[in-house]
């Protein structure tokens, strides 16, 4: 079983709507990530919290809003998305930031497949 | 510059076969991580393995094992006799110091397909 949670399973949203993706976990870990990943292309980085503040931003459109309410809690909010949007959209913790060298290993949730109509 | 270099797209089996993924990375940090995640159907992604670039010792775990060679910078994976349950796609990443801050950089992937 995972360690890290993602809800939903799965999401079909129009382009107008507005919906969250929701992320958890409790192995104390202090930094939680976003990947959207494409079929058969590998993950790609959207943001990165560390200690509960964002630290990275890789140029990500504005209709994805991250949040981190908590050191456990991770959300991605979503608004006005384009049909090019959908994807698998990944959540993943590690024990420290990437910063510096550290080399924590990522711990992966099952993700949201998100289509956008 | 592509850091993570997996040339195989796909690799196709029958039970009980070996099969070995190949992962050719490059960096010029002189400490650096290379990792190996699996990706099963269902979409998580599992993580395998973590090497720091100063132990290349060889890892075996259960019917897995890693090959890490620092001279022709590889960090190749073997499955021995495989089974139907390692299908999957198999994602060996890099994490170093430089331009990427510690980014974890992704390979494209082998999609390994193993039929009974």
């Known amino acids: 079983d995972t360690e890290v949670t993602q809800t939903p399973k799965h999401l079909v949203m129009g382009m107008t709507n507005k919906k969250s993706l929701k992320c958890e976990q409790h192995m104390g870990h202090r930094a939680m990530y976003w990947y959207k990943q494409k079929a058969k292309k590998p993950p790609e980085l959207m943001f990165v919290?560390?200690?509960?503040?964002?630290?990275i931003n890789e140029s990500v459109p504005s209709r994805f809003s991250p949040e981190c309410p908590n050191s456990s809690l991770l959300n991605l909010h979503l608004h006005a998305l384009q049909p090019e949007d959908s994807a698998l959209y990944l959540c993943a913790s590690s024990q420290d930031p990437p910063f510096g060298g550290i080399g924590s290993p990522l711990h992966f949730g099952n993700g949201t497949r998100l289509t956008v109509t | 510059a592509q850091k993570v270099t997996q040339a195989q797209t796909e690799i196709s089996v029958v039970e009980k076969e070996d099969v070995t993924l190949d992962c050719v990375y490059e960096?010029?940090?002189?400490?650096?991580?290379l990792f190996w995640y699996k990706q099963p159907p269902s979409g998580e992604l599992v993580f395998l393995i973590r090497?720091?670039?100063?132990?290349?010792q060889n890892e075996i775990s259960g019917r897995y094992s890693w090959n890490f060679q620092k001279s022709t910078s590889s960090f190749n994976f073997t499955i021995t006799a495989s089974q139907v349950v390692d299908s999957a796609v198999y994602f060996c990443a890099l994490s170093d110091r430089t331009d990427s801050w510690g980014k974890l950089q992704f390979g494209a992937g082998t999609q390994v397909v193993v039929t009974p």
């Open positions: 960096t010029r940090d002189t400490t650096y991580y």
């Open positions: 919290y560390s200690y509960e503040k964002l630290s």
């Open positions: 090497r720091n670039s100063f132990d290349e």
